[in-house]
């Protein structure tokens, strides 16, 4: 499945690993289209570049936002299982809204208020819906390394990752498992955990500029899976508004590396700040003018 390293950048081909996919495979039509499932490995995944945003309020219509940009995925949000039915969730309008084919759930932090029985739960939740909703692309497992590193906090406990992960795989092990790193400290964390796909955060705006590198770096840390990067329009470690010159800047690396088979897709957070400020919007569909959806 995975081609040899590339010794220019001692990268793998990331669009080319989910092109193998198609050798000797299964292939499952669901109403997101036809998704591509190898016979040798234990995930599914989009063989097309996952072109995403993040929104987890209600109160946002993304659907105009949608349409302009062009998105394909979006990273939904919704209250830990307790019995709701999937038509009484976010998640389940993000899916109905035109040019969206796949979603991304969400296992929220421990110490924003998510109980570890919530998470399990939760887990087994969106599992069970994977089975019959291929638009589920993923689950993923919210600010991961920081929530071990404050248990004392409430976060969730290495231990308490792995039997959430277990519960989810359990159920269906080809459901993908996302979780994010944050460049640069991050990158020195060893991530030994059954985990699929990788989102790549530039949350650290100091570092914006090393972009390039820190990239090259992750793709020879996550050999094999998935990586995506990813960028906050309005958050950040300086909680500022990056300028026009770095955010174009980093789409414009981001849809490089996509169409070079580096990356498998690139996210922007969130749509509310894509309505806020709409020139963002149309920077965004700028960068991805260019980008080889084939």
Same mark, same amino acid.
């Given at each position: 499945?995975?081609?040899?390293?590339?010794?220019?950048?001692?990268?793998?081909?990331?669009?080319?690993?989910?092109?193998?996919?198609?050798?000797?495979?299964?292939?499952?039509?669901?109403?997101?289209?036809?998704?591509?499932?190898?016979?040798?490995?234990?995930?599914?995944?989009?063989?097309?570049?996952?072109?995403?945003?993040?929104?987890?309020?209600?109160?946002?219509?993304?659907?105009?936002?949608?349409?302009?940009?062009?998105?394909?995925?979006?990273?939904?949000?919704?209250?830990?299982?307790?019995?709701?039915?999937?038509?009484?969730?976010?998640?389940?309008?993000?899916?109905?809204?035109?040019?969206?084919?796949?979603?991304?759930?969400?296992?929220?932090?421990?110490?924003?208020?998510?109980?570890?029985?919530?998470?399990?739960?939760?887990?087994?939740?969106?599992?069970?819906?994977?089975?019959?909703?291929?638009?589920?692309?993923?689950?993923?497992?919210?600010?991961?390394?920081?929530?071990?590193?404050?248990?004392?906090?409430?976060?969730?406990?290495?231990?308490?990752?792995?039997?959430?992960?277990?519960?989810?795989?359990?159920?269906?092990?080809?459901?993908?498992?996302?979780?994010?790193?944050?460049?640069?400290?991050?990158?020195?964390?060893?991530?030994?955990?059954?985990?699929?796909?990788? @989102? +790549?955060?530039?949350? *650290?705006?100091?570092?914006?500029?090393?972009? #390039?590198?820190?990239?090259?770096? !992750? %793709?020879?840390?996550?050999?094999?899976?998935?990586?995506?990067?990813?960028?906050?329009?309005?958050?950040?470690?300086?909680?500022?508004?990056?300028?026009?010159?770095?955010?174009?800047?980093?789409?414009?690396?981001?849809?490089?590396?996509?169409?070079?088979?580096?990356?498998?897709?690139?996210? @922007? +957070?969130?749509?509310? *700040?894509?309505?806020?400020?709409?020139?963002? #919007?149309?920077?965004?569909?700028? !960068? %991805?003018?260019?980008?080889?959806?084939?």
């Amino acid at each position: 499945m995975i081609e040899p390293s590339s010794k220019a950048t001692g990268a793998v081909s990331r669009r080319t690993l989910l092109r193998q996919f198609a050798g000797g495979a299964l292939l499952a039509t669901t109403s997101a289209g036809v998704r591509i499932t190898s016979a040798s490995e234990s995930v599914t995944f989009p063989s097309e570049p996952l072109i995403s945003v993040w929104e987890h309020s209600a109160k946002v219509d993304i659907a105009p936002t949608v349409k302009e940009v062009g998105f394909n995925t979006v990273w939904t949000h919704d209250k830990p299982y307790s019995g709701q039915k999937l038509e009484e969730t976010l998640m389940y309008i993000h899916m109905r809204t035109p040019g969206i084919k796949y979603v991304i759930a969400k296992i929220e932090r421990g110490i924003w208020g998510w109980k570890f029985d919530q998470a399990m739960a939760h887990a087994e939740w969106i599992a069970n819906l994977s089975l019959t909703r291929g638009e589920i692309v993923g689950l993923y497992l919210n600010d991961f390394i920081e929530e071990m590193e404050k248990t004392n906090e409430g976060g969730h406990s290495a231990s308490e990752f792995r039997q959430i992960i277990a519960k989810a795989k359990s159920i269906n092990p080809r459901l993908p498992i996302w979780v994010p790193c944050y460049p640069p400290r991050e990158l020195e964390k060893p991530f030994d955990f059954d985990i699929d796909a990788i @989102i +790549f955060s530039f949350y *650290n705006t100091k570092v914006l500029q090393d972009h #390039a590198k820190l990239v090259d770096q !992750a %793709l020879k840390k996550f050999p094999g899976k998935p990586l995506m990067g990813s960028v906050y329009l309005n958050a950040g470690s300086e909680r500022r508004w990056l300028n026009e010159q770095e955010y174009k800047q980093l789409l414009d690396f981001f849809v490089q590396d996509i169409n070079e088979g580096k990356l498998c897709g690139l996210r @922007i +957070f969130r749509v509310e *700040n894509l309505q806020q400020r709409p020139e963002y #919007a149309t920077w965004a569909k700028e !960068a %991805l003018a260019n980008l080889k959806r084939t």
